[in-house]
């Protein structure tokens, strides 16, 4: 079992800046992809980013792609996601995930086995 705990959320103004962490505990972090999902009121979740075990890969979905970051410190357990620029569009409760297969980290939330309870983000206009 992988527990996760997403912090970092907050309310914050449109072209601002928030900086979300996803502790992970529980088994070997580094054996883990980890990627980013959120889910606006009313939509279905969707992929914001991944990376790879190594942090060595990254992937982002095409809405945030030049104003979030994803990293990852294994010696911390955390994995962050650097958000800036952000618009309103960006609301939504985003959720960490950690996922076991070999290979590029997924984009599919199906493939990730472990999830945390999320943290809200509300960017007013």
């Known amino acids: 079992q992988v527990q996760l705990v997403e912090s970092g959320g907050g309310l914050v103004q449109a072209g601002g800046s928030l900086r979300l962490s996803c502790a992970a505990s529980?088994?070997?972090?580094?054996?883990?992809?980890m990627g980013w999902f959120r889910q606006a009121p009313g939509k279905e979740r969707e992929f914001v980013t991944a990376i790879s075990r190594s942090g060595g890969t990254t992937r982002y979905a095409d809405s945030v792609k030049g104003r979030f970051t994803i990293s990852r410190d294994n010696a911390k357990n955390t994995v962050y996601l650097q958000m800036n620029s952000l618009k309103a569009d960006d609301t939504a409760v985003y959720y960490c995930a950690a996922e076991r297969r070999v290979g590029a980290p997924a984009d599919k939330a199906y493939e990730y086995d472990y999830w945390g309870q999320g943290t809200p983000v509300t960017v007013s206009s």
């Open positions: 529980g088994r070997t972090f580094s054996n883990y992809a």
